[in-house]
């Protein structure tokens, strides 16, 4: 796997799928439940490439591509899964990520216990939880002037 990071737990569940159990996988990410889940339903996506923060995302098609992608995934898993609940996706945002690989939260709501809701809320400039949604309009490419 090309930027495998030999410590990152993420990474280990990429090359190594038998000890967890996959929710989706493709070409490009893996999905899987949060092992400690926030809410009814709690799956992360996550690259199969070591990405290690929304930090390190650029306004480049392919950046802008994988996160819609991973959002895509997350979207249809819940739907599948949670159709009657009130969705939500989002990245933590450094210093605020518990693992240095990007992971998209997809969560079927509501909050359990309803406090873990603190934990993705977005504090600003200061970081916190970002929206997919937000982060795909930061990274979207610019248009090239023809």
């Known amino acids: 796997m090309a930027g495998a ?3 990152c737990i993420f990474c280990e569940i990429v090359r190594n799928p038998t000890t967890t159990r996959l929710l989706h996988t493709d070409e490009k990410v893996i999905a899987f439940q ?3 889940p926030a809410a009814q339903r709690h799956y992360l996506v996550i690259p199969k490439e070591h990405i290690p923060t929304v930090n390190d995302l650029q306004r480049r ?3 802008y591509s994988l996160v819609r992608h991973m959002l895509s995934v997350g979207q249809e898993l819940l739907r599948k899964d949670a159709p009657q609940n009130i969705h939500r996706f989002g990245f ?3 210093p605020f990520n518990s693992v240095d690989h990007l992971h998209l939260h997809c ?3 509501p909050y359990v216990p309803r ?3 603190i934990k993705y809320k977005s504090l600003g400039p200061l970081g916190g939880f970002i ?3 937000t982060l795909l309009e930061k990274i979207r490419p610019l248009l090239s002037k023809v």
Do not use: C, M, R, V
């Open 34 to 36: 949060d092992i400690k």
């Open 61 to 63: 098609d392919e950046d």
């Open 115 to 117: 406090w873990k809701a």
């Open 92 to 94: 933590h945002q450094p």
């Open 131 to 133: 929206e997919a949604e």
């Open 107 to 109: 969560f079927a709501l």
């Open 5 to 7: 990071n030999q410590a």
